[in-house]
């Protein structure tokens, strides 16, 4: 039985499980072929890094990925402050109309990408007093994630890997921990290689998988997220369908009892 149980964030029903980005693509053609191919309703942008109106004499991408189609979700890539994280979300809603919906990522260093946690906290303290709502990238670190979410973000997105390292999910023990104690939606963000690796997120339980670099930097992108929409899906309805016991020893698939001697 196919699963109809849509993604709720911030009181919007999605279909898609599968989040995606806009960058390191070779043009505005391809991400919006590969955003299609994809079947992801809600696209994450690098507000500082992708041109949405700021700059009006460039193109803007927009023009490609429409916010009649798709859930535009801007992100703070690029910012190492809380600061700078805040304001990067206040210039997204005045682009974008007064949107609230946004992606909170503050990284701690240009090497590991990874997420800087005391300036998280400040950032995502601050933006949910404005009035935004916060989708965090974070560590995957339990008590973290549930102190984000105690905070008032609407998901919390733990790192699966560093961003765009392609690992898959380093640590599947963390992320069922988060698991347990959360109450909004748990979303895997950043380390996603292959559809293995969306498939493994998804038979966890988590809501949902967030991705770019994997689409963007595989040989086909087009191809490559296609290839992601199936494995979420897969993914979603193994967990649903829940999976047989381990076990040390064989065990024949047909009954022994009752065979001729």
Request: hydrophobic fraction near 45%; include cysteine.
């Amino acid at each position: 039985m196919q699963d109809n149980t849509p993604l709720l964030i911030a009181g919007v029903a999605y279909q898609s499980r599968l989040i995606v980005g806009t960058g390191k693509y070779k043009d505005m053609q391809e991400t919006a072929e590969a955003i299609a191919a994809s079947g992801a309703e809600m696209v994450t942008v690098a507000i500082r890094r992708t041109n949405i109106g700021q700059n009006p004499d460039e193109p803007s991408l927009l023009d490609v990925i429409s916010p009649e189609k798709y859930t535009i979700l801007p992100n703070t890539a690029g910012c190492y402050t809380a600061e700078e994280a805040v304001r990067t979300c206040r210039l997204a809603r005045e682009l974008l109309g007064g949107h609230k919906l946004v992606k909170l990522e503050v990284l701690g260093d240009q090497k590991t990408l990874y997420p800087n946690i005391t300036e998280t906290l400040k950032a995502a303290e601050k933006l949910v007093a404005e009035g935004f709502d916060v989708m965090v990238y974070t560590t995957d670190d339990p008590l973290m994630a549930l102190r984000l979410e105690e905070m008032g973000c609407v998901a919390v997105m733990p790192l699966g890997a560093p961003i765009g390292s392609g690992l898959g999910i380093c640590n599947p023990y963390n992320i069922r921990l988060i698991l347990e104690n959360a109450s909004v939606p748990i979303i895997v963000d950043a380390g996603v290689g292959t559809a293995s690796d969306a498939t493994v997120a998804m038979e966890l339980g988590c809501e949902g998988v967030l991705m770019n670099t994997a689409i963007a930097k595989a040989q086909n992108p087009v191809l490559m997220a296609s290839a992601m929409k199936k494995a979420v899906e897969s993914g979603r309805e193994a967990f649903l369908a829940g999976r047989m016991p381990r076990r040390l020893y064989a065990s024949a698939s047909s009954p022994v009892e009752g065979l001729v001697s």
